[in-house]
């Protein structure tokens, strides 16, 4: 039996970028793109850069929304020059916004790994066949002459037979025809790509925007908002991953942990041992084991800079690493205490070690670090 497959380009337990109407705390790519459109420099190919989980998905169906729903900007009439658009929100009710949201525009398609015909399991690429079935995309006449518009997420999943097909395609791009690539690592993109594309760069979120990010997504955050953003990185994506998986309750028990170091509070440990062991509980570890990481790196630059983290993720987090990582040599023996015991950590996971002898091996190391 075919095990089910998730869409590749959404978070699991979040809205599809296709469906969220608002792009939050992009305003800068989004102008930059709005300026391209409104002085008749609208280049054929985008590349839409920055950290997994900050809108660049979002942003492309923005920007796809947008194209297929909104007449070029021309010249004086007689009624005097057009009013050009300020912003890429296209009223949910417009009947491209409809077509898309039901995933029925004939001007759109998008191109993300595909299920393996022999198995049924999530290919971990895009292969050459998922481009190359643009070639039909793009031979269809447009609706009275209207645009087509190509989303490519990720493009970072392209093997090297896709990326070749793409670089054809950019070197004689269609008529009337916007290219979208969504990329979290642009350097592994071939340079001759990047050089056909115009660059969208995205930034991280601050606690205010993550908030009105998650409650869009119909995500709970609260008063938690700030310390998402903080374990997340900024990124959206990441913090819904960290609130549906419980992350802060996660981080806190870890935080609560480093707090009774160096003598260990073993009973706390155990606990978290044996919950991160359970059935069907592999993404809260590898959850478990990402906060691990982030906390010693957070300890690291505690003792690096003589300042504990400014928002606590945890209670008591600034007081507990004030005190484990008081001195630059303490933040330099804690970079490499995380360095090793994650580096354990991966190879146990890649060799299915018990999980829970697993996090406590990583624990126990890192109890061994606080006593010297």
């Known amino acids: 039996m075919a095990e089910e497959i998730n869409e590749p380009d959404r978070v ?8 969220t109407p608002a792009l939050i705390g992009q305003e800068a790519a989004e102008t930059a793109f709005l300026d391209g459109f409104n002085t008749g420099r609208m ?11 900050v809108g660049k998905a979002t942003l492309a169906w923005s920007i796809a929304r947008f194209l297929l729903a909104t ?23 417009h009947p491209v916004a ?18 393996n015909e022999k198995t049924g399991r999530m290919r971990d ?48 791009p269609p008529e009337r025809c916007t290219l979208l690539l969504i990329t979290h690592q642009p350097s592994r993109l071939l340079p001759t790509i990047r050089s056909r594309c115009r660059t969208l760069r995205l930034g991280t979120l601050n606690g205010e925007q993550m908030h009105s990010a998650m409650v869009q997504a119909e995500v709970e955050a609260d008063a938690n908002a700030a310390a998402l953003a903080e374990l997340s990185g900024g990124s959206v994506g990441e ?20 707090g009774s170091l160096p003598n260990m509070d073993r009973a706390r440990t155990l606990r978290l041992a044996e919950a991160a062991a ?8 590898d959850l478990l084991f990402t906060l691990l990481e982030i906390a010693l790196a957070r300890l690291a630059r505690t003792g690096a800079t003589g300042q504990p983290p400014q928002i606590e993720a945890a209670p008591h987090e600034a007081s507990i690493m004030s005190r484990l990582a008081s001195t630059p040599h303490q933040g330099r023996a804690w970079a490499d205490v995380g360095h090793e015991a994650m580096a354990r ?12 002898a697993l996090v406590l091996d990583t624990i126990f190391k890192i109890q061994g670090a606080a006593a010297s």
């Not at 699991?12 to 469906?19: D, L, M, V, Y």
């Not at 409809?98 to 525009?105: E, L, N, T």
């Not at 359970?278 to 570890?285: D, P, S, T």
């Not at 950590?345 to 829970?356: E, F, K, Q, T, Y």
Request: charged share 25%; proline share 7%; glycine share 10%.
């Open 345 to 356: 950590a991966r190879h146990g996971r890649a060799v299915n070690l018990d999980p829970a």
């Open 43 to 53: 280049h054929h190919a985008w590349m839409l850069t920055g950290p997994r989980g």
């Open 278 to 285: 359970q059935r069907g509980a592999e993404e809260k570890l």
């Open 125 to 172: 690429q895009i292969v050459v066949d998922d481009i190359r079935k643009l070639t039909g995309f793009f031979q269809m006449s447009a609706t009275d002459g209207g645009r087509r518009v190509v989303i490519i997420d990720a493009a970072d999943d392209m093997n090297t037979q896709a990326a070749n097909a793409l670089l054809k395609m950019l070197e004689e």
């Open 12 to 19: 699991p337990g979040a809205p599809h970028p296709r469906e």
């Open 98 to 115: 409809r077509r898309i949201s039901a995933g029925a525009d004939p001007g759109l398609i998008s191109v993300t790994r595909t299920p």
């Open 239 to 258: 913090a819904m991953r960290l609130s549906l998986l419980g992350g802060l309750q996660i981080y806190t028990e870890i935080v609560g942990i480093l």
């Open 71 to 93: 007449s070029d900007p021309d010249g004086d009439d007689m009624f005097g020059a057009p009013v050009l658009p300020t912003s890429l929100h296209i009223d949910p009710e």
